[in-house]
C-alpha cells in the first residue's frame, strides 16, 4: 500500500488574487473579511443618515429636511444599523473566528456561507436602489401595518424594503444552520463543549435563536408583501385582516433580534476580558448558561413593546414579568465579566478599553429596559426618546463598543498588523463623550414627553437644549469613527501598523495558535485540546497544570 | 403612613432634579413647562409618577453599586509589571449564586411594586361623560356623543372629574398621549380601545400622536383643556348650538365661497350644505385656540396661509391647495373666525 505523498490535483485552479479571487472565494476567512466591511461601510452609511437627522432637529421647526425625506431616512438608519451593519459584522467575526477558535480548516459548508454573504450585499442593494428614484421606505423600521399597507404607502419602497428583508433572512437562516454543524462536528480533537470559547457559545445560541425567530419575521414579509401586491387582505381590516397581527409576527422576531445583536457582543468581551485580565472568565459556566438562559426568555417578551396597544392586562402582567425576569441573568454575566477584571492584571490595550467601555454603557441599557418593562412608566415612555435613548445604550453602548472591541482584538489576526494604539485610545474617549452627549439627553427629553419619530417639534416645549446638545455629541461620535477610519487605513490598508505576529495580546485560544492572518487551511496540524486556555497553558505549563484541570 | 412619607420625600428630590433641569430650559412661551410625565395633573398620572419616582432610586442604586464596582477594579487592578501573572481564580458557586439571587430579588420587589399601582390605575366610574377619541391622519376628532357634540384636536374636560375614552382610529394606528394627564393609549383601526382622563386643575395640557403615523405625525397634536364644572358647561352650550351666521359682509362672502367651493366636500358646518366627513368639523371653529392638528395657533395671518397654500405649511396633509383668489381667501378667513 502506497503512502500518498503528493498534493490531490485540484479540478479547476481558483484565482489566489485579483477581484475575482474574492468574488469566487469560499474560504471563511475571505469570506468574513467581506462580511465585516460590507457591513462597517452599511455602518458608515447608517452613520451620516443619523448626522442628518440629528442637523434637522437641532433646534425647533427646522426645515432642513422635507418629513418625508425624515421618514425615509430614520427608517433606512433603523434598517440599515439592525440589520445591514451590526447583525452582519457579528455574523462576519464570527464566520471568520468560529472555525479558528474551535480548531477547524473552515466553515462546514462554505459555498452555502458564500451564498450567505452575496445575499447580504444584494439586499443592501436592492434596499438602498430606491434612494436613485426616491422610493424609499418611509413606515420606520417596524413597518407598522397598516401604515406600511399600499394604501398608506403608495411608492416602491416599502416592496424594496420587504424584498432586502426576505433576502436577508435567507441569509441569516443558512449561516444560523452553518455555524451550528459547524460547532458540532468540525471541533479539533478535545474541544468538548465544555471547553468551548465564550464567542462560540455565543454564536451557537445566537444560531438557535436565528433559525427559530427569523421564520416567523419572513412570513410576516410574504404576508405584506401579497397583501401590497396581490391584494390580499391579511393585515388589512375592510377585508377581514386584523393590522395589530403585524405586530406579533414582527416582535415574535425582533425582540429576539435584539439579543441577536446583543450575544455575539457579549461573547467579544468574553474573550477580551479574560486576555487583558490576564486571568480565565469568573464562572465560565454560568457565563454560558446565561446566554442559554436570556436566549430563552428572549422569545417570552415580545409584546412588551405593545404594552399601549390594548391587550389584557394579564397578558401585560405576563410579558412584564417574563422581560424583568431577564434582567436576572445578564446581571449574572455583568458581576462575572467583572469579577473577571477583579484581582486582575489589566493591561490596558485599545480591546479592553472598549470592553470596558461596552460594560459601562450596557449597564444603563439593562436598568433603562428593566424600567421599561414596567408597564404603568413604559405607557408613559413608550415610543418616546426616552426608549430611542434606551435603545442605543443597549445597541450601540453594547452592542457597537463590543463590536470595536472586537475589532481591535481580532483585526491583528486578520490583517497581521496592529491597529495604533494612541489613536485607538483617542477613538475610544471621544467615541465615550459623543455617544453620551448624544444619547443621554434622549432619556430626558422622553421624560419631558417627547415624542420619537417626529421630524420636528414646537419651540416652547423645553426640548431645543437637549436636542442641541444630542446635536454636538453625533458629531462628536461621526469624528470618532473618522479617527478609527483613519488609523484602519493608515496601519492595515498602508500597512504601516507594527507586525502583529501570531499572538500580540498572549491570547487564550486556538486563533492565536497560527499565523497572522492564517494560512487558508488555518493550521498545519490540526491542534489538539486539553483545556480552555489551550494556549494559555502553553505558556503557563506549571500554573496550569495545578489549576486549570481541577477547574472543568 | 410612613411609607407615604417615604415616598413625599423621593418626591421632593425629584422635584429638585427636575427643576435643575428645567432651569436650563429657555422660558417657554406657550405652554406652562414641557409636557413631562414627571409633573402630572392627574390622578393616574401621579400614580405613574409615584411608581417611577421609586424605581428611579432603585434604578441609581443599582447603577452606582455595579458601575462603582466596574470603576474600582479597573482602577485598582492596572497591571503593574508585564510579567505579572495574577491568581488564576475560575470562580466561585456560592458567590455566583449570590449575585444571581441578588438582582431576582430586586426585580421581585419591582414586579409587586408595580403590581399594586396596576391594580389602582384606570378603575373608571360608571356614569361619567364619555368621549370617542378617533384618530385621523393627522389630527384628532372628539365625539360626545351624549352631549351630541363633534370637535377636533382640543378635548375639553371638566375640572376633577373622570372622562372615559373610547379610542379609535380610521386609518392607520395612531396613539392618544396627553402626558401630564396619563399613559397613552395605541388608536387602532378594528380595536376599540378604553382609557379614562381626567384633570386635578384647570389648564391647557400638551399632547401628542405618539405611534408613527406617516408624513406628519410630528404635527398631530392635542390640547386638552380642563376647565371649571362651570365653564365646561358653557363650552358644551355654545358647542350644542348652531354655527354662528355671519354678520358682517366678509364673513357672508366667505360663507358664500365656502360653501360653492371644494371645502364641503371634507368639512361639516352644522345647519349648513357643508356636511364633508373627511375632515375636522368646522361648526365652532372660531372657539379652536389652535388648527391643523393642533400645530397652528387659530390667527388671521395663519389661517389665509394655510387655505393658500396647506402642503406649504405641513407637506404631506391630506387638505388639498384650493383654487381661491386672495379675496376668496380673506373672506373664508372672516367666515371661520366668525364661527364662535
Known amino acids: 500500500m502506497a503512502t500518498i505523498t503528493e498534493a490531490l490535483p485540484l479540478t479547476k485552479q481558483a484565482p489566489q488574487t485579483g477581484i475575482m479571487s474574492w468574488v469566487t472565494t469560499v474560504d471563511h476567512k475571505r469570506i468574513g473579511i467581506l462580511y465585516t466591511s460590507t457591513a462597517f461601510a452599511f455602518f458608515l452609511l447608517g452613520g451620516l443618515m443619523a448626522l442628518i437627522m440629528r442637523v434637522q432637529l437641532t433646534q425647533s421647526n427646522l426645515k432642513v429636511l422635507s418629513p418625508e425625506l425624515y421618514n425615509q431616512l430614520f427608517t433606512m438608519h433603523g434598517t440599515t444599523m439592525i440589520f445591514l451593519f451590526v447583525i452582519p459584522i457579528t455574523v462576519g467575526l464570527a464566520n471568520y473566528f468560529v472555525p479558528l477558535m474551535i480548531g477547524a480548516r473552515d466553515m462546514a459548508f462554505p459555498r452555502l456561507n458564500a451564498l450567505g454573504y452575496w445575499l447580504i450585499l444584494f439586499a443592501g442593494l436592492v434596499m438602498y436602489s430606491g434612494f436613485l428614484t426616491g422610493d424609499v421606505a418611509a413606515a420606520g423600521w417596524t413597518g407598522y401595518t397598516p401604515l406600511s399597507e399600499l394604501r398608506f404607502s403608495a411608492n416602491r419602497g416599502i416592496d424594496l424594503w420587504i424584498v432586502g428583508l426576505l433576502l436577508l433572512g435567507a441569509s441569516s437562516i443558512m449561516g444560523a444552520i452553518n455555524f451550528l454543524v459547524t460547532v458540532w462536528r468540525l471541533r479539533a480533537p478535545g474541544m468538548t463543549i465544555n471547553r468551548l470559547p465564550l464567542f462560540v457559545w455565543a454564536t451557537v445560541v445566537t444560531s438557535i435563536m436565528v433559525l427559530f425567530a427569523t421564520p416567523m419575521l419572513t412570513v410576516g414579509l410574504i404576508t405584506l408583501l401579497l397583501d401590497r401586491q396581490f391584494g390580499t387582505g391579511f393585515f388589512a381590516l375592510e377585508q377581514g385582516g386584523d393590522p395589530l397581527l403585524w405586530q406579533h409576527l414582527f416582535w415574535f422576531y425582533s425582540h429576539p433580534a435584539v439579543y441577536i445583536m446583543i450575544l455575539p457582543a457579549m461573547g467579544i468581551i468574553s474573550e477580551v476580558l479574560p486576555v487583558f485580565s490576564r486571568k480565565p472568565i469568573f464562572g465560565y459556566s454560568f457565563v454560558a448558561w446565561s446566554s442559554v438562559a436570556i436566549g430563552f426568555l428572549g422569545f417570552l417578551v415580545w409584546a412588551h413593546h405593545m404594552f399601549a396597544t390594548g391587550i389584557s392586562q394579564g397578558v401585560n402582567t405576563f410579558f412584564m414579568i417574563a422581560s424583568m425576569t431577564i434582567a436576572v441573568p445578564t446581571g449574572v454575566k455583568i458581576f462575572n465579566w467583572i469579577a473577571t477584571l477583579w484581582g486582575g492584571s489589566l493591561n490596558f490595550k485599545p480591546p479592553l478599553y472598549f470592553a470596558i467601555g461596552f460594560l459601562s454603557m450596557f449597564i444603563i441599557g439593562g436598568i433603562t429596559g428593566v424600567m421599561l418593562a414596567i408597564v404603568p412608566f413604559d405607557w408613559q415612555v413608550h415610543d418616546t426618546y426616552f426608549v430611542v435613548g434606551h435603545l442605543h445604550y443597549v445597541l450601540f453602548g453594547g452592542s457597537v463598543f463590543g463590536i470595536f472591541a472586537g475589532l481591535y482584538y481580532w483585526l491583528p489576526k486578520m490583517s497581521g498588523r496592529l491597529l495604533d494604539e494612541r489613536l485607538g485610545k483617542l477613538h475610544f474617549w471621544l467615541m465615550l463623550l459623543g455617544f453620551n452627549l448624544t444619547f443621554f439627553p434622549f432619556h430626558l427629553l422622553g421624560l419631558l414627553g417627547m415624542p420619537r419619530r417626529v421630524y420636528t417639534y414646537g419651540s416652547g416645549l423645553g426640548w431645543d437644549l437637549w436636542n442641541l446638545i444630542s446635536t454636538i455629541g453625533s458629531f462628536l461620535v461621526g469624528l470618532a469613527v473618522l479617527v478609527f477610519v483613519y488609523n484602519f487605513t493608515v496601519s492595515i490598508v498602508l500597512r504601516r501598523g507594527a507586525v502583529a505576529g501570531p499572538d500580540p495580546w498572549e491570547g487564550h485560544t486556538l486563533e492565536w495558535a497560527t499565523s497572522s492572518p492564517p494560512p487558508p487551511y488555518n493550521f498545519e496540524t490540526i491542534p489538539g485540546v486539553h483545556s480552555r486556555r489551550p494556549l494559555w497553558d502553553q505558556r503557563h505549563p506549571r500554573i496550569a497544570a495545578e489549576t486549570e484541570l481541577a477547574y472543568e | ?340
Open chain 2, 1 to 340: 403612613m410612613s411609607a407615604q412619607g417615604h415616598i413625599v420625600r423621593h418626591h421632593r428630590w425629584l422635584s429638585v432634579v427636575l427643576l435643575a433641569i428645567a432651569l436650563l430650559i429657555p422660558t417657554a412661551t406657550a405652554f406652562a413647562g414641557p409636557p413631562s410625565p414627571l409633573t402630572p395633573a392627574s390622578t393616574e398620572a401621579t400614580i405613574i409618577r409615584d411608581l417611577y419616582a421609586v424605581v428611579f432610586w432603585i434604578a441609581v442604586g443599582v447603577f452606582v453599586i455595579v458601575e462603582g464596582l466596574l470603576v474600582y477594579s479597573v482602577i485598582r487592578f492596572r497591571r503593574q509589571h508585564p510579567e505579572e501573572v495574577p491568581v488564576q481564580l475560575h470562580g466561585s458557586t456560592p458567590v455566583e449564586v449570590a449575585w444571581t439571587i441578588a438582582p431576582a430579588i430586586i426585580v421581585a420587589v419591582l414586579m409587586l411594586l408595580t403590581l399594586r399601582s396596576m391594580r389602582t390605575l384606570y378603575q373608571i366610574p360608571s356614569g361619567t361623560i364619555q368621549v370617542e377619541v378617533i384618530g385621523h391622519q393627522w389630527w384628532w376628532e372628539f365625539r360626545y356623543p351624549d352631549l351630541g357634540i363633534t370637535t377636533a384636536n382640543e378635548l375639553h374636560i371638566p375640572v376633577g372629574e373622570m372622562v372615559r375614552l373610547r379610542i379609535e382610529s380610521v386609518d392607520v394606528i395612531h396613539s392618544f398621549w396627553v402626558p401630564e394627564l396619563g399613559g397613552k393609549t395605541d388608536a387602532i383601526p378594528g380595536h376599540t380601545n378604553t382609557t379614562a382622563i381626567q384633570a386635578m386643575k384647570a389648564g391647557r395640557y400638551h399632547g401628542q400622536c405618539a405611534e408613527f403615523c406617516g408624513a406628519q405625525h410630528a404635527q398631530m397634536r392635542i390640547e386638552v383643556v380642563a376647565s371649571p364644572p362651570a365653564a365646561f358647561q358653557q363650552w358644551v352650550e355654545n358647542q350644542k348650538a348652531a354655527a354662528a351666521a355671519p354678520s358682517d359682509e366678509a364673513a357672508r362672502r366667505g360663507q358664500q365661497a365656502f360653501m360653492s367651493s371644494a371645502c364641503i366636500g371634507c368639512h361639516t358646518i352644522a345647519g349648513t350644505p357643508a356636511q364633508g366627513k373627511i375632515g375636522p368639523d368646522l361648526t365652532h371653529f372660531a372657539s379652536r385656540r389652535t388648527f391643523a392638528g393642533a400645530s397652528f395657533e387659530t390667527a388671521p395671518q395663519n389661517l389665509a396661509a394655510w387655505i393658500r397654500d396647506p402642503q406649504a405649511l405641513k407637506p404631506g396633509t391630506l387638505m388639498p391647495k384650493v383654487d381661491l383668489s386672495e379675496e376668496q381667501i380673506n373672506d373664508i378667513v372672516a367666515y371661520l373666525l366668525s364661527l364662535k
